[in-house]
Nanobody, 123 residues
């Protein structure tokens, strides 16, 4: 079971980044996927999630209207398009596969985690 997040980097406020989460087919099979982030000194928080088929999405209030989650099951990849980035978006972003196929924001429902990618937004 392997997940790998990529696409992080340094960007100015107002800029955009697209994160990718690649997984083995076994990891993605029938699983919802979520993006989480953890800033220094803070707890991990839910950012966005998507159901197995991609028909349902869920966003944290802090990123609604700015971030978009999508998935390409043929490529076993989930994306997080981040626009209008703010300094408070600075964090390590990680992706995770849920135990089930329905989208959820509950941390406890995510069973498979990959290493994160650092996003730094300068003011």
């Amino acid at each position: 079971v392997q997940l790998q997040a990529s696409g992080g980097g340094l960007v100015q406020a107002g800029g955009s980044l697209r994160l990718s989460c690649a997984a083995s087919r076994r990891t993605f099979s029938n699983n919802a996927v979520g993006w989480f982030r953890q800033a220094p000194g803070k707890e991990r928080e839910f950012v966005a999630g998507i159901s197995w088929r991609g028909g349902s999405t869920l966003y944290a209030d802090s990123v609604k209207g700015r971030f978009t989650i999508s998935r390409d099951n043929a490529k076993n990849t989930v994306y997080l398009q981040m626009n209008s980035l703010k300094p408070e978006d600075t964090a390590v972003y990680s992706c995770a596969a849920a135990r089930g196929s329905l989208v959820t924001s509950l941390l406890s429902e995510y069973a498979y985690w990959g290493q994160g990618t650092l996003v730094t937004v300068s003011s």
